[in-house]
């Protein structure tokens, strides 16, 4: 039995079948959905949990060598949510693009972690090192 970290054990599977320059990602409650993608929906009501609640959990077991997010995060969002999201990926380069550029990256996943994130284009993309 898990006694610790990650105890969800789909999320375990798909954070092991992760390899180097794989990608995963962690939506909000809005992301489009892809059937060819392998989608955990851990959303339970709004804002529970939250998509840095998730990054936090897995960043013990998951190297992220880098991290994209769509570029109007930083323009519908306050700078406190910005500098949140940046402090959480502290050490790991974090590229903006057009949201549009970002989706076009999600059907190369490995999987999608769905949070009930309410927080607009709080979508990232992690690319493992």
């Known amino acids: 039995m898990v006694k610790s970290g990650v105890l969800n054990p789909r999320i375990n599977l798909l954070l092991s079948l992760v390899r180097h320059t794989n990608t995963l990602v962690i939506a909000d409650r809005g992301f489009p959905y892809w059937k060819e993608i392998e989608t955990i929906d851990i959303s339970l009501v709004d804002d529970i949990p939250r998509v840095l609640d998730v990054l936090a959990a897995i960043r013990g077991n ?68």
Request: charged content about 20%.
């Open 62 to 129: 998951f190297n992220v060598a880098r991290a994209f997010m769509a570029e109007e995060f930083n323009q519908v969002n306050t700078p406190e949510t910005i500098v949140k999201f940046e402090s959480s990926l502290a050490g790991v380069a974090l590229d903006f693009e057009p949201h549009i550029n970002l989706r076009k990256r999600v059907p190369q996943a490995i999987g999608i972690i769905r949070t009930g994130d309410t927080i607009q284009y709080a979508n990232l993309v992690l690319e493992s090192g």
